[in-house]
């Protein structure tokens, strides 16, 4: 199995750019589609971004859909989501997550192994 760690969280203000990073061990992430959500306080959490196994196929929320950017660099065997334009409704804990299907998912209940977290907080 996999294990996810995510780094890069923290507080800027809106209109900044923040790049969170997802370092994964056990296995490589090309064997897994990879997948980006985030939580705020009192809410389910949601589905941002995800990419396919071989990375060829990116999926985006449509809040976020312009702004985000998911990549993978399986030499670092590290997920990334390149955040701009950030937003206090983008304020949450993100989350990475690694799904067997391999594909571009969006569903939460289809992915498997998941980070911690990390939390980003957009002032205003």
């Known amino acids: 199995q996999v294990q996810l760690v995510e780094s890069g969280g923290g507080l800027v203000q809106a209109g900044d750019s923040l790049r969170l990073s997802c370092a994964a061990s056990?296995?490589?992430?090309?064997?897994?589609?990879m997948g980006w959500f985030r939580q705020a306080p009192g809410k389910e959490r949601e589905f941002v971004a995800a990419?396919?196994?071989?990375?060829?196929?990116?999926d985006y929320a449509d809040s976020v859909q312009g702004r985000f950017t998911i990549s993978s660099d399986n030499a670092k065997n590290t997920l990334y989501l390149q955040m701009s334009s950030l937003k206090p409704e983008d304020t949450g804990v993100y989350y990475c997550?690694?799904?067997?299907?391999?594909?571009?998912?969006?569903?939460?209940?289809?992915?498997?192994?998941w980070g911690q977290g990390t939390q980003v907080t957009v002032s205003s």
């Open positions: 056990g296995r490589t992430i090309s064997n897994y589609g």
């Open positions: 990419i396919s196994w071989t990375g060829g196929s990116t």
């Open positions: 997550a690694a799904s067997m299907y391999g594909s571009v998912i969006r569903l939460r209940y289809q992915y498997h192994y």
